[in-house]
């Protein structure tokens, strides 16, 4: 057997490009993963009325549910989203999670605990989260789940 050496300093190079590009790649991945799946909608509920024809404006007050999914590395994970309106504001929010994988759990739990401080408050017009509280493919999945709620809740 033939025994090569290689520096020490090119191998951390090495292994911290290709971490870099995993983070990368997975980023990528996770978001378009969640925009091709935006046609499969979960089920929602709502008190209001439903008009699947509009992305802004005026939205009916009310408490309004649905699901969104988006890709992990491991699996294609699903959470439930109910948000409260009132004149078009979020006053409340709640994110139920289904996590089939233990990673997800840990990182659902942390969007979860962390979601309230970015919704709350803010237009339903507004809404587009990224990352939260270190979780961010878990947003994809809110993201998808909010457009949803839009089309619910259009006057």
Do not use: H
């Amino acid at each position: 057997m033939i025994r090569t050496t290689v520096p020490t300093s090119v191998r951390k190079g090495a292994a911290l490009a290709g971490i870099a590009g995993l983070f990368v790649l997975a980023g990528c991945s996770g978001t378009a993963d969640a925009e091709d799946q935006s046609t499969d909608t979960g089920s929602g509920t709502s008190t209001g009325s439903t008009d699947s024809g509009a992305s802004t404006g005026d939205y009916t007050d009310g408490t309004y549910t649905a699901d969104g999914s988006y890709q992990t590395p491991e699996t294609v994970e699903s959470i439930s989203v109910t948000l409260t309106i009132a004149d078009g504001v979020v006053t409340e929010v709640e994110v139920t999670g289904d996590p089939k994988a233990r990673e997800t759990e840990q990182y659902q739990g942390q969007f979860i605990d962390g979601i309230s401080d970015e919704v709350v408050g803010k237009s339903l017009d507004d809404l587009n989260v990224s990352r939260v509280a270190g979780s961010s493919l878990t947003s994809g999945g809110f993201n998808e789940a909010v457009d949803s709620i839009k089309e619910q809740a259009a006057a």
